[in-house]
């Protein structure tokens, strides 16, 4: 594996266990990905991840098990301009509302490893899961599996991170933010 910080670098109770290898936000529930070299993280998460959901005329949310269509639209930043795309993807009118509330079957944060994306592709898979899209913020190179990590702190560029469950259909692990800051890809992954 490629070189980790050196031990100059590192708290004394930090050890590196990988390296953020690519960074995604989702601007709206359920469509495509964006892909970022750096991003500022917040206690709610990454800055303009899923910061739109998709709803009907009457408000109610729509979702890709209802409509898989919507995950191959890519997003363009204008919430008028895309809901008039995923209409005509859709055949039906849709809006694009401004994400609001707690939401508790997601933490502000999603983590994936590429080992785990391997082992999805060879059929370790969860049910509603997809190995070509884990649909992660952060994608990692690691040394080791991050399902072990539930429980534990993560220092990933300027941010610090609580594991705090795996998904139920989903690859990886989940975690809040404890302390916020900026990553970027490259940076190491030091399990404190």
Not at 2 to 29: D, F, K, L, N
Not at 34 to 41: F, G, K, N, P, S
Not at 46 to 51: I, K, S
Not at 97 to 114: E, F, I, K
Request: charged residues 25%.
């Amino acid at each position: 594996m490629s070189s980790w910080p050196s031990v100059g670098s590192m708290q004394p109770q930090e050890h590196a266990v990988g390296r953020v290898e690519r960074i995604w936000i989702y601007p709206v529930r359920s469509l495509a990905g964006r892909e970022l070299t750096d991003a500022e993280v917040s206690p709610g998460g990454l800055a303009g991840d899923r910061a739109w959901t998709v709803t009907g005329e009457d408000g109610s949310v729509i979702r890709p098990k209802e409509a898989p269509a919507m995950r191959d639209v890519a997003p363009s930043g204008d919430p008028t301009a895309d809901a008039g795309r995923l209409a005509a993807v859709l055949g039906r009118p849709v809006r694009l509302q401004p994400t609001s509330g707690a939401r508790p079957d997601v933490a502000p944060v999603h983590l994936v490893s590429r080992q785990a994306v391997e082992r999805a592709a060879a059929g370790e898979l969860p049910e509603g899961c997809s190995a070509e899209d884990p649909r992660a913020n952060l994608l990692l190179t690691l040394d080791g599996d991050e399902r072990a990590w539930v429980g534990r702190d993560l220092r990933v560029g300027e941010v610090l991170l609580r594991v705090t469950r795996t998904p139920k259909h989903c690859l990886g692990v989940y975690a809040d933010v404890v302390a916020p800051g900026a990553v970027r890809t490259g940076d190491p992954v030091l399990l404190v």
